[in-house]
């Protein structure tokens, strides 16, 4: 980092930034407290164009994935009023919170991991704030009132006709959108058809689900429209993290100082190695396309949401310039002090290993539940009967198929050996997909085999082919005997 005391211009203000005082100030606050709105320029480059194919797909899976379905199951459904959760079609239960809560966890340590290794990425690339503000009303904004120029120029201006017409205009599709958004959330909670029959029925037929409906359309066009970049560097409980995470090794977007101070206004044909001259020519355009308002050039600051907007605007001046580019780019700390090029270290690659096993944790998590869930309990108030010299118990037994295609199961006594198995009904017990059944089964066991007056055994369900898919311990009661 530069040891060079510098005065910026901002909003028309001497502000004197240097590295022990420019860390007191955001970049979006006027010294007085006051808000100082973010105007920033259009980014274009190749970093750009590669964010935007990153969150059109993403845009596209977030509006087509309730509308996918996998076996008749939601792709994705997250029904907490119902207790129904779908993850890539295949149903969770209240017996599976812990499924859900160590797959939390794991995605958790998977954040960090990612964060000590690769920075803030996330947030620049995949973050749903950011590629709703950047990719959707930022873009409309740039549509309606133009680039950084003209957005200052009508910003400044009176309320005459031009700017309220292009000002409601522009709230008018944020709060449509904000409407969309909402309503595509909700199908990720209800399903698709809910929120269309909701809908066809009107307000007044649901009106605490319009109430919910319009309050966090409210939310969105808050944020969106006025809140902003403000979610990233106030709010957001994982920008404050990165501070404790990253260190001289973590990837992020730095300004290379060494190659950059001392930094100076461009003169054609000027040796600027010879006039003690850096390669940064203090155009600022890595400042005004900044979307969180900052200068990368004062060092790695909470704000920065690795966005690569100034890497994109530095390499366009370099190039025509005709410097080199990579002034501003993707290194690590200890890679500009050392001025060594990057490389793919040990430690990325330990972290990478940790990352791909938490992946695959998570993948097993999801798919290696058990297909079906059973259990035996005994009806309160019931005891045993002796019969025929046989010592009978009377169980309840549920069944919850885990899996997509219908089950038909048998149940055995795993141990002791020796236990017979008396149904209400069929042997064969037909269990629908995601579904529940119920029944009562009478366990016997000859007198001489009870040892004890309350004894454990197993119970196993089988599938058709006899292949084992669950089991459960109970008790089995008997006549109480003496011990010698």
Known sequence: MSNIEEVEVRGGQGQVLDPETYRDSIGTMEQSGKRKWVFPRKPKGKFTNYRNIVSYVLLAVYFATPFISINGNPFLLFDVIDREFYIFGQPFYPQDFFILTLGAIASLIFIIVFTIAFGRIFCGWICPQTIFLEFIFRKIEYVIEGDRNKQMKLDRQEWNGEKIWKRSLKWSIYVIISLIITHFMFMYIVGYREVFRIVSEGPFAHPTNFI???????????????????????????GRLQGVLIDKDTINVFYDFNRGENR??????????????????????????????????????????NCTACIDACDEVMEKVGLPKGLIRYASENEIENKTSFQFTGRMKGFTIILIFLMGFLGYLLYNRGEMEAK??????????????????TYNYTFLNKTNDKKIVTVKVIEPAHGEITYSASSKIQVDRDKISKGTINISFPESEMKLSKQNITIGVYDMKGKLIDSYQTYFEGPFKLQF
């Open 264 to 305: 100076a206004k461009w003169r054609k044909g000027e040796d600027r190695k010879a006039a003690g001259k850096g390669d940064c020519i203090d155009c600022h355009q890595c400042v005004v396309v900044c979307p969180t308002g900052i200068d990368i050039r004062d060092g790695q600051q909470l704000e920065c949401v």
């Open 212 to 238: 919910v409906m319009v309050l966090f359309s409210a939310a969105f066009y808050f944020v969106f429209a006025w809140f902003r970049e403000q979610v990233c560097t106030l709010v957001c409980p994982y």
């Open 376 to 393: 035996f309990i005994k009806p309160a108030g019931s005891t045993f009967f002796v019969r025929d010299g046989k010592i009978t118990n």
